[in-house]
């Protein structure tokens, strides 16, 4: 089955605790991102990855890492979390050739709460 | 840059009404245009897109949408909706870059829909 799954799915925190949130998909997808969800917002670009070794940054690229070493993997990471990083996290991917035509495909989602 | 207004942040409706969520969308080159829908706890999955040819696009689960390029609109209706359709809909856009793979996807807001027995 094609899916993207995210780990851990509820993750709660103190300020300042490095944490890292993993995503895979078993697509071969070459394009892979991290969007945050806020009520009112919607969802916003945090990094993206249009290959292994190839990231750039979105949106809201502040206070996030991300690493790209293997085609499958794709984690987000808090160095340094603090309370207004509070919220959900959606991680997704893509073909990369279809450009902006292809349906990006979105994990179950990780509840981040930072005290 | 481009940028997705959704109007209304809850719809509620009677079961096996008709009901229409709306989208705007503002950008400077040609675009494509998403629905995509969340059930609760739930990840964002596919309703239905347009890309181009024929401005009425039909999706899953009895959903359609319009095109309409003079009104920059992409509104999504359904002619008789189910409690089961009760969930959170973005309207998304697609737009910009020379190099086609970059392009990134900008959210609407979201519209909570609301179908009560």
């Known amino acids: 089955e094609a899916q993207v799954t995210q780990n851990p799915r509820y993750l709660i925190t103190v300020t300042g605790k490095k944490l890292t949130v993993t995503c895979s998909q078993n697509?071969?997808?070459?394009?892979m991102s991290w969007y945050r969800q806020d009520p009112g917002l919607g969802l916003r670009q945090i990094y993206y990855?249009?290959?292994?070794?190839?990231?750039d940054k979105g949106d809201v690229p502040e206070g996030y890492k991300v690493s790209r070493k293997e085609k499958r993997n794709f984690p987000l990471i808090l160095e340094s979390p603090s309370p207004n990083q509070t919220s959900l996290y959606f991680c997704?991917?893509?073909?990369?050739?279809?450009?902006?035509?292809?349906?990006?495909?979105f994990g179950p989602g990780t509840r981040l709460t930072v005290l | 840059a481009q940028s997705v207004t959704q109007l209304d942040s809850q719809v509620p409706v009677f079961e096996e009404a008709p009901v229409e969520l709306r989208c705007n969308y503002s950008?400077?080159?040609?675009?494509?245009l998403f629905w995509y829908v969340q059930y609760p706890n739930q990840g964002l999955q596919l309703l239905l897109k347009?890309?181009?040819?024929?401005?009425l696009v039909k999706g899953i689960n009895g959903f359609e949408a319009e095109f309409n390029k003079s009104q920059t609109s992409f509104h999504l209706r359904k002619p008789s909706v189910h409690i089961s359709d009760t969930a959170e809909y973005f309207c998304?856009?697609?737009?910009?870059?020379?190099?086609?793979?970059?392009?990134?996807?900008?959210f609407g807001s979201g519209t909570r829909l609301q179908v009560q027995p």
């Open positions: 950008s400077s080159v040609s675009v494509y």
């Open positions: 990855s249009m290959n292994v070794e190839v990231t």
């Open positions: 997704a991917s893509r073909r990369l050739a279809g450009g902006g035509t292809d349906t990006q495909y």
């Open positions: 998304a856009v697609s737009a910009g870059g020379s190099d086609t793979g970059r392009r990134a996807l900008t």
């Open positions: 347009y890309l181009s040819g024929s401005t």
């Open positions: 697509m071969n997808h070459e394009y």
